[in-house]
């Protein structure tokens, strides 16, 4: 006796063959979209960190902003490239926003370099305290409305940089500006990256220095990990 072989293994429909076309933007069409936005401190505390320079009359952040952003848009070659700046102390305050001929609102970012010209002077003036979590809000919801109204195909491929320059530590008001919800402030906007699927989201901070080394060491504490949280640089400034 015997036993019979085992049947040998049927053999699986498991595999299939497919064609097709795949229809793709020609590459010399591709935009790289690029949006800069820059918060800027201009509580009163920067009327001694940062005075108005005694022959230009420009502030130095004045004089950063112009800058960067000429040699970003000279940098362009016609791409899509905008900006906006937001002045804040104890309220935030948008100050390149773009309206369509009929007065409508458009967008919080810029191409235009004379309209950044024509805002900067208004970084000089100073008041008031210094609320980062206003900043943050104010720059959460103005990428957030430009990503709401981007076109979908232009998300993967776009870069968002966002860049505060402050002289120092936020003023406690009201319970706000504790520590952890600024950083909570900045891991929200960079959620808004992935939840769009944005190609570089970035966060970075700039400190003028105040010239008190206690006062510095805490600011530099606080701008560092912000800008570490949003992948960005930190830089400090004499």
Do not use: W
Request: aromatic residues 6%; negative net charge; hydrophobic residues 40%.
């Amino acid at each position: 006796l015997e036993l019979l072989p085992l049947p040998p293994p049927a053999d699986l429909d498991n595999k299939m063959a497919v064609s097709g076309e795949i229809c793709t933007q020609n590459p010399e069409d591709l935009i790289f979209p690029l949006r800069v936005l820059f918060l800027v401190d201009c509580s009163e505390s920067m009327a001694i960190n940062d005075p108005p320079d005694p022959i230009t009359g420009e502030t130095g952040r004045e004089r950063a902003v112009r800058e960067t952003v000429t040699r970003i848009f000279d940098g362009s070659s016609g791409g899509d490239v905008k900006v906006s700046i937001v002045r804040f102390s104890a309220q935030a305050q948008p100050l390149t926003a773009v309206m369509s001929p009929g007065g409508e609102f458009e967008s919080y970012f810029t191409g235009n370099i004379g309209q950044v010209n024509a805002i900067l002077p208004t970084l000089s003036v100073t008041d008031r305290t210094s609320n980062y979590i206003r900043a943050l809000n104010e720059a959460y919801a103005e990428i957030r409305y430009e990503l709401m109204n981007a076109e979908q195909e232009s998300l993967a491929l776009s870069t968002y940089q966002v860049i505060m320059i402050s002289d120092g530590i936020p003023d406690i008001e009201d319970n706000e500006n504790q520590t952890e919800a600024i950083y909570e402030g900045v891991d929200a906007i960079m959620e808004l990256g992935h939840m769009y699927h944005v190609s570089n989201m970035n966060v970075s901070t700039a400190l003028i220095s105040s010239g008190s080394p206690v006062v510095d060491a805490v600011a530099e504490t606080l701008l560092e990990e912000m800008s570490d949280r949003g992948n960005g640089t930190f830089r400090s400034f004499n």
